[in-house]
């Protein structure tokens, strides 16, 4: 399997409502992190949703190695792509350590149960996301930035080739923000395909190899992270000021940093 990903020329429209983003064509090469960048409302989680082949887009197609989803079984898209969605609280009070190990749930027989392999798969995918002490606590019991730490071991455990991740900052304090995208970095250096659609220009700074901004119903701007994340495009995607910072040596970085707000002496 390549890991290759790419959408041809997809809108979609939920039943009764207008276009939610109409004639999007973007191709995420194997190994590569893709950042989706846009306002709220523009599309982003629906794109990431045709791309994991829960909803069908109304026109176009998501290709999977070069081969339609449409035409492909739920399991087979299971096997290949992971997806971690918006933090959904579950209802059922499961253990979290059950939680990831429904990751394996794609790599077994219709009747067979973990392996002792898979039970050290969910452990080590735990402990990777830091929270090795959350695995016998019911998920029910726990935060909301713990919730998507869980998310986030439960596909790391699925082991993908693609994992597309809803934005998986969005409720993580500073030092989780930081693991999370270390452990992005570190599997896209060992072959996974990874989309991940964020509110932090920043953190698309920092991992991604190539971006793309959604904006009234198209891509605004697409390529490398450091060409399309400018203070015009920022302007224009988002209607307010920024400052691109380059940090210079050694951390040899660039930031983006609001104009706008209140400053204190
Ligand atoms: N189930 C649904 N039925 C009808 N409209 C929907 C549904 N889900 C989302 N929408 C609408 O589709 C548009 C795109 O929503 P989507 O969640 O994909 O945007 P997003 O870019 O991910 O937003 P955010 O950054 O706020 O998470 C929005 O206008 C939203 O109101």
Redesign the pocket.
Known sequence: MGNRISVEDISFN??G?AA?FTGITLAVEEGCVYSLL????????????CMAGLISPSQGRVLLDGRDIAGMQPHEIARQIGFVP?TQVSPFPFMVRDIVLMGRASHLGPFATPSAEDEEIAADALDRVGISRLAERPCTGISGGEWQLVLIARAIAQRPGILLL??PTSHLDLGNQVRVLNVIGGLAEDGMTIVV?T?FPDHALLTSNRVAI?KDQRILAIGCPEEVIGEDTMRRAYGTDVHIVHLGDPINRRICVPVAGKVIP
């Open positions: 939920y039943p409502g939610v846009g306002p709220n409302g523009t599309g982003k989680s629906t794109l990431l949703k918006q809803d934005e659609a509110h959604l």
